[in-house]
């Protein structure tokens, strides 16, 4: 293993690469990270801590293990961790699939398709019309070759009939898309992008397995947004699917801080909202805490370590070229630093201070919640906000915990009325390209 990440091998290294390179300092092994370093060393994350080679000995280039990343791809990508015995057994998603779910409907709920999993002969046959797009035979087609995004299907033969014989899903399910280069939601993948076309509310009430009521708040969702406390607590409150990248050097994990690091809710999510056989155990969790055992056997523990590392390597993706205005920005940021304030909380590298505090609701202006949605913090572990890392926030609208800021001038304005601010428009738009920029 080598701790220079320009040697690693793969698209996401070299972008997670780049974007250390962008913002070199990267923690300090001494003063508050001391503890941090000591312990990542001892997962391999910072094999470099504390002789890196730059002038300042202090500071060091975080280093992740590159084949603890491809192994975490593979799991990020393709591990259900046994989820099936959710999505089929109990939910009969096999059985929805098989008889209804052609790949136009399954595009138009969000599902992504992975053309690089494609053989040359259907990529033709969907280009020339000979591969029926509205047909569920052609899904199970493309399970077979695993080329749905987040589900994982397993085919087999049975009098000479390719049969979807149990499915189940996968991280890459919301927190994946693809770049739409083949045609749209067909494409190459993006790991960690968070898929805002997904409706997985829809998919999951296809089921037949739950009763109206369920159904219900299920289809209340919409695309782009989850509720992964619903089937713990029964309120109803989705939340915007975020990014799963620009996470390196970050110690507070989720909106709510609930977790110290990435594997917390990797447990969270692989047990209690996948289905995924293991245990997940948190009592500060809303007003009961959570407590969930799926199966006898345990799925998920030994996984975790290579996919918080695949996360880790997942750097935010830069702004387009041309998608801001530069010299707007520079003044933007003066704005943010300065009278904005915004700097006070989105402080540090990733302009976060989530590793040092997180903040009380009444700091914040994500909330109040829409008429009739109960409070996300309440539901929450530490009953507090984490500020949110800012990095590739151009590529994810809409903002805050619950959507409820369609764009960024909208974050801007809502910021400016709520704490008074003052900003003129100018000023606003300024702060507004900065972000942009991010
Ligand atoms: C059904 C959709 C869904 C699936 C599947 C899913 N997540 Fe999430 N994920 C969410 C939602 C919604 C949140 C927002 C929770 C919050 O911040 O309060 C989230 C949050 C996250 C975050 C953000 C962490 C942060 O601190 O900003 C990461 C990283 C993440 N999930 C990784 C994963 C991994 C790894 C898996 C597979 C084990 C997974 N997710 C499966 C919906 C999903
Ligand atoms: C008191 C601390 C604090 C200050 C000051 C602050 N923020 Fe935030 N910021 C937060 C928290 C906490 C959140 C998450 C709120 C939520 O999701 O409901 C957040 C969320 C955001 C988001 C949405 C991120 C996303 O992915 O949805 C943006 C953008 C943002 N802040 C920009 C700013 C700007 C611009 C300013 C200055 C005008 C600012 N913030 C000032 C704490 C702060």
């Known amino acids: 293993m080598t701790a220079d990440p320009s040697e690693w091998s793969g698209a996401e290294a070299a972008a997670t690469a780049a974007r250390l390179r962008r913002h070199p300092p990267l923690p300090r092994c001494g003063g508050r990270w001391l503890a ?17 080679g730059g ?134 993948r993006l790991d960690g992008w968070p898929n805002r076309d997904l409706d997985p509310g829809a998919i999951i009430a296809l089921s037949p397995a739950l009763s109206a009521v369920q159904k219900a708040v299920y289809n209340s969702w919409g695309p782009g947004k989850y509720d992964p406390r619903f089937n713990q607590d029964g309120l109803n409150g989705p939340q915007v699917i975020p990014p799963a990248y620009g996470l390196l050097g970050l110690h507070s994990i989720i909106t709510t801080g609930d977790g110290t690091d990435l594997a917390y809710w990797n447990r969270y999510v692989g047990v209690t909202q996948m289905g995924g056989h293991g245990t997940f155990v948190d009592p500060r969790i809303g007003t009961r805490g959570v407590s969930v055992t799926n199966g006898t056997d345990d799925l998920i523990t030994a996984k975790l370590p290579a996919l918080q590392e695949y996360q880790l390597s997942l750097a935010a993706p830069p702004p387009p070229a041309g998608s801001f205005d530069p010299a707007a920005a520079q003044r933007g940021r003066v704005v943010f630093n300065g009278s904005g304030t915004c ?9 976060t201070d989530g590793n040092s505090r997180l903040h009380p609701v009444s700091e914040t202006v994500g909330e109040p919640e829409a008429p009739g949605v109960p409070s996300w913090v309440a539901r929450s572990a530490t ?41 003129s428009p100018a000023e606003m738009a300024d702060l507004t390209e900065y972000l942009k920029s991010l």
């Open 55 to 188: 002038g300042d000995h202090n500071e060091s280039t975080p280093a992740l293990d590159p084949a603890l990343v491809t192994q975490g791809k593979d799991v990020f990508r393709y591990d259900t961790f046994g989820d099936e015995t959710q999505w089929t057994d109990t939910l009969k998603m096999d059985q929805v699939i098989s008889a209804a779910v052609d790949p136009t409907t399954a595009l138009s709920v969000g599902l992504k398709v992975d053309s690089q999993a494609l053989p040359a002969a259907v990529v033709q046959g969907i280009k020339d019309g000979s591969v029926d797009l509205k047909s569920p035979d052609t899904t199970i087609a493309l399970l077979k070759l695993n080329a749905v995004l987040g589900l994982k299907g397993t085919v087999e033969t049975i009098n000479g009939k390719d049969v979807l014989t149990r499915v189940g899903t996968t991280c890459a399910l919301c927190h994946s898309t693809v770049d739409d280069s083949f045609a749209p939601g067909i494409g190459k």
């Open 343 to 351: 700097a006070t909380c989105h402080s540090g590298p990733l302009l």
């Open 36 to 52: 941090w370093c000591a312990l990542a060393a001892g997962t391999a994350l910072m094999a470099g801590c504390g002789s890196g």
């Open 383 to 423: 009953k507090m906000y984490r500020t949110t890392p800012l990095a590739g926030i151009w590529q994810h609208p809409p903002y805050f915990h619950n959507g409820s800021a369609p764009t960024l001038a909208a974050v801007v304005e809502r910021y400016n009325m709520r704490k008074a601010l003052g900003l």
